[in-house]
């Protein structure tokens, strides 16, 4: 009730957590009435949809060429933050772009770039050919030390 008296009142407006303790503090206080403000006004539904967007325009989407045959273009995603299973918490997903066919190889938590070369050289160049295309979607720190590797 208090919430849609200071924050949610169209004549209030919907302030950031600075102005809301100031509206909130002229006629209530409690303990803890700041972290109760700093959780509420970010979750609030209707700030979220009417905040201005304050980064750059999103740039034009640029397909992928469609791959012309079997593991020449593959794509490596992980999935992270699983249970523990062997000592290994993270699966490394292989997928030949082309066939869809993919291969799943666990990994540690504390793999590194060189790890993850290492088994892509063991578990997937190995049994195939040497893809002329790799679509990774990760930072630019892992990918710089992946290619290093």
Request: glycine content about 6%.
């Amino acid at each position: 009730m208090i919430a849609k008296g200071c924050l949610n009142s169209k004549v209030a407006g919907h302030f950031e957590p600075g102005n809301t303790m100031e509206l909130v503090t002229r006629n209530f206080h409690w303990e803890k009435l700041s972290e109760w403000i700093n959780d509420y006004v970010p979750s609030c539904d209707e700030c979220q949809h009417n905040k201005s967007p304050r980064h750059a325009k999103y740039g034009i989407l640029q397909p992928l060429e469609v791959p012309f045959g079997e593991w020449t273009t593959i794509s490596v995603d992980f999935i992270t933050q699983l249970p523990e299973s062997q000592g290994q918490t993270q699966i490394r997903v292989v997928l030949d772009r082309f066939t869809k066919m993919a291969n799943f190889i666990g990994l540690a938590t504390n793999t590194t770039a060189k790890d993850v070369v290492d088994t892509l050289l063991k578990e997937v160049w190995k049994l195939r050919e040497l893809p002329s295309e790799i679509v990774l979607d990760m930072d630019a720190k892992f990918s710089g030390e992946f290619w290093e590797s």
